[in-house]
């Protein structure tokens, strides 16, 4: 299984970016995708979470601004991201709980994207 994350790049404050990630190899199911980055010298965070019934979890810097989504069919979850700010700056790695059986689940990353925000 493979989690493969496109769409950042450099973007001036108050831009948009949407990031895509789409899983694939075997797959029985997937339960929660998300979220999370990480700048520099910082944890990794979380970003946004979205539940396979389409319930969503936003960190509260991001409320407002960013929207997390995810099409079933592709097995991709994306992020519009809105008024970037320069603390945005990160990179962005999604994250996929992955079922390759019933009873078998498993987290996987994607490889990171990074986002600039920056005049």
């Known amino acids: 299984v493979q989690l493969q994350a496109s769409g950042g790049g450099l973007v001036q404050p108050g831009g948009s970016l949407r990031l895509s990630c789409a899983a694939s190899?075997?797959?029985?199911?997937?339960?929660?995708m998300g979220w999370y980055r990480q700048a520099p010298g910082k944890q990794r965070e979380l970003v946004a979470t979205?539940?396979?019934?389409?319930?969503?979890t936003y960190a509260d810097s991001v409320k407002g601004r960013f929207t997390i989504s995810r099409d079933t069919a592709k097995n991709t979850v994306y992020l519009q991201m809105n008024s970037l700010k320069p603390e945005d700056t990160a990179v962005y790695y999604c994250n996929a709980r992955i079922r390759a059986s019933l009873i078998i689940a498993k987290d996987y990353w994607g490889q990171g994207t990074q986002v600039t925000v920056s005049s």
């Open positions: 190899g075997t797959i029985f199911s997937i339960d929660a």
């Open positions: 979205i539940t396979t019934g389409g319930t969503t």
